[in-house]
């Protein structure tokens, strides 16, 4: 298993401003992915981080909304950028480890726009 | 159908057995996974099962698995409180995707 710390785990922010949540793992991984899970919905794929390579974004997400970084093999970020309430949920960073067929998740980051 | 289907909420009495069913979108499924999400808490792999085994069993998890009807089950026994979570079902797809359910509430009462 891999082990993923997650920061900040909770934070209330104004309309308007962005706020950057970090994914550090303990162990090198090629695949890192940032996840959406809103209130009593399944978890939504945003992106997925690739080390060395602009991110690779799902449909309905895009990069200036959503700016990722993935400067080695260990750690990526996530921005939520120009907030607005509709952007309140949960967000998820996770790995694959071994022959991939395992997915691992950090504690995550409950956001709230006011 | 499109969507990884879970019930929303289940509620057992401390001792007794949970099922938590799930029906997944594709039959050509490689993986198919159980997560468990405490509050304020990310998702822990509970248990997986490989898409040619139809039963796995791990201590107090049993996981059934029928392709045919792509119908997946939990069975926890001897629910415990500390068993209360939102349980979450999940496929990996052939394209390699992860399609996960909206999560069933389990409350166990004492």
């Known amino acids: 298993s891999a082990v993923i710390s997650q920061k900040p785990s909770r934070d209330i922010c104004q309309r308007g401003t962005s706020l950057t949540i970090q994914c550090q793992v303990d162990s090198q991984v090629t695949m890192m992915f940032w996840y959406r899970q809103q209130p009593g919905q399944s978890l939504t794929l945003i992106a997925t981080?690739?080390?060395?390579?602009?991110?690779?974004?799902e449909s309905g997400f895009v990069i200036d909304k959503f700016p990722i970084s993935r400067p080695n093999l260990t750690f990526s970020t996530l921005t939520v950028s120009n907030m607005s309430p509709e952007d309140s949920s949960i967000y998820l960073c996770?790995?694959?480890?071994?022959?991939?067929?395992?997915?691992?998740f950090g504690s995550g980051t409950q956001l709230s726009v006011l | 159908g499109e969507d990884v289907e879970q019930s929303l909420f289940l509620s057992v009495r401390e001792g007794d057995s949970s099922v938590i069913n799930c029906t997944y979108t594709?039959?050509?499924?490689?993986?198919l996974y159980w997560y468990k999400q405490e509050p304020g808490a990310g998702l822990q792999l509970l248990t997986y099962?490989?898409?040619?085994?139809d039963m796995k069993q791990d201590q107090r998890l049993t996981v059934l698995l029928n392709k045919k009807d792509k119908h997946l089950s939990l069975r926890i026994a001897d629910t415990q409180t500390g068993d209360s979570a939102i349980y979450f079902c999940?496929?990996?797809?052939?394209?390699?995707?992860?399609?996960f359910g909206a999560g069933t509430r389990l409350t166990v009462k004492p």
């Open positions: 981080a690739n080390q060395g390579s602009e991110a690779t974004y």
């Open positions: 594709d039959s050509s499924s490689t993986y």
């Open positions: 996770s790995v694959e480890t071994g022959s991939n067929e395992k997915l691992f």
């Open positions: 099962i490989f898409s040619n085994m």
């Open positions: 999940a496929e990996r797809t052939p394209d390699n995707d992860m399609r």
